[in-house]
């Protein structure tokens, strides 16, 4: 016989909606909840796919005796309150309930080594399309939903999403994929569950700059694929740390602050403009490497003042025109040597 369960609730409405508050722990959780992931088995799921990577970090933020006091939020199929709304009561058993929001901190906080409790936002007897809605609401500021997931679900939402809405998301996946390969030199240099440390930028700050250039309206990668983006962005930070190979020996690297890591974003489609006509089409890191060799004397020097700009936006675009500086005078010597051939 399935064992019944009652937890103690506080309820509230919004809009006609009743929504349930109670606290468990992960473990208990996991024993009924499950995540609705969209994959070719269940083509109506709405999920991100699970991250080993952000559940160990989740799980490492727990043990560092920090707190996690977002609220999870869960969609029951059956439930029900007694009649004085102060005990939510289901069924104990698999799938009996849903979670919309917060898949990451319940399977964090179940692998930690310290057991706490997490406070949950219950909808009852919400129906699929209530709970993609509420999903897409709350993961569209780039939490590493893949855009090719929220273009499937369109069909499913009240509205569309914009370019610029579509751009974020495919940035926030870009950075999760560099964030979490351990060959890249991006690896862990994204903070996405913190603020950023030593020697790290936010997920935020990346996805501002990643998304221009991915905008399916005039970005300049917008016409490769995502595993090609993840490759051109790699490739042109491991040429970086190859020049700049000093630099990158400080505790905080200045391409991994906000004003340095803001001035090579910005002058990216300059340079990858410039290795593409000096190689006739390439951008491996050798192809960039040569580019930067090319100005890392004056280059060097202005990387060791970029501190005094202090920070803003002005900070980075003075870093960044003192790279294009020097990377226009490299095409104004190619323009001058074409000329002279012909």
Excluded at 80 to 109: M, P, Y
């Amino acid at each position: 016989m399935t064992k019944i369960l009652k937890y103690d609730c506080l309820t509230f409405n919004q809009n006609g909606k009743d929504l349930v508050f109670f606290k468990i722990k992960a473990k208990d959780l996991l024993k009924f909840a499950n995540v609705a992931r969209k994959t070719e088995d269940n083509p109506d799921g709405y999920q991100r796919m699970f991250s080993e990577y952000r559940k160990k970090a989740i799980a490492k933020y727990i043990d560092d005796k920090n707190i996690l006091p977002n609220s999870i939020l869960i969609s029951f199929d059956e439930a029900r309150l007694e009649e004085n709304k102060t005990k939510i009561i289901f069924a104990a058993k698999e799938n009996s309930a849903w979670i919309i929001d917060g898949q990451h901190r319940v399977l964090g906080a179940s692998y930690a080594n310290t057991e706490i409790e997490l406070p949950v936002i219950a909808l009852l007897n919400a129906n699929q399309e209530e709970q993609v809605l509420q999903f897409v609401t709350i993961n569209r500021e780039a939490k590493g939903v893949p855009s090719s997931l929220y273009i499937d679900l369109l069909g499913k939402l009240p509205r569309e999403l914009s370019p610029k809405e579509v751009a974020q998301n495919r940035a926030s996946d870009i950075a999760d994929k560099l964030n979490e390969d351990e060959y890249s030199p991006l690896y862990n240099r994204i903070a996405t569950t913190s603020s950023p440390k030593a020697g790290q930028i936010s997920k935020s700050n990346f996805v501002r700059k990643v998304e221009p250039l991915i905008s399916i309206e005039k970005g300049r990668l917008n016409t490769f694929t995502m595993v090609e983006q993840v490759k051109i962005i790699n490739n042109y930070f491991k040429a970086i740390e190859k020049v700049f190979n000093q630099e990158l020996k400080k505790d905080r690297p200045i391409f991994y602050q906000t004003i340095g890591f803001g001035a090579f974003m910005k002058s990216f489609e300059l340079i990858f403009n410039t290795v593409l006509n000096l190689t006739n089409g390439g951008f491996e890191v050798q192809d960039i490497i040569s580019l930067f060799k090319s100005v890392a004397p004056d280059l060097n020097t202005s990387l060791s003042s970029w501190s005094q700009y202090g920070t803003g936006e002005k900070a980075e675009n003075n870093a960044a025109n003192e790279i294009k500086t020097l990377i226009q005078k490299v095409n104004a010597q190619s323009d001058l040597k074409t000329s002279i051939r012909l």
